[in-house]
């Protein structure tokens, strides 16, 4: 087992939800859509737009959207909460 705790598969679910599983077998759905729809920073409002939203990727066992422009801590994640 490894050190520490990384993302090795992500899917789109539906509305603001991710299918998420970790390095440790460890399966989260998580739901984004609070964080999102509440944010009033523009930078973060723009994922109200579910294109740009569902248009993720993984980068070195993270999630990220646009280069990091939105990002998550990974512990987050592996709880479940955002």
Avoid: T
């Avoid at 050190?3 to 899917?11: G, M, T, V, Y």
């Avoid at 523009?42 to 422009?69: C, V």
């Avoid at 512990?75 to 955002?82: N, S, V």
């Amino acid at each position: 087992m490894s050190d520490f705790i990384s993302i090795e598969n992500a899917k789109y679910i539906e509305d603001y939800k991710i299918y998420i599983k970790f390095n440790d077998g460890k399966e989260n759905i998580v739901d984004f859509k609070n964080f999102i729809e509440h944010s009033s920073h523009p930078d973060i409002k723009k994922y109200q737009d579910k294109n740009l939203f569902k248009n993720f990727s993984l980068d070195y066992g993270d999630i990220e959207w646009n280069d990091y422009e939105l990002a998550f801590p990974i512990y987050d994640l592996y709880r479940g909460q955002i």
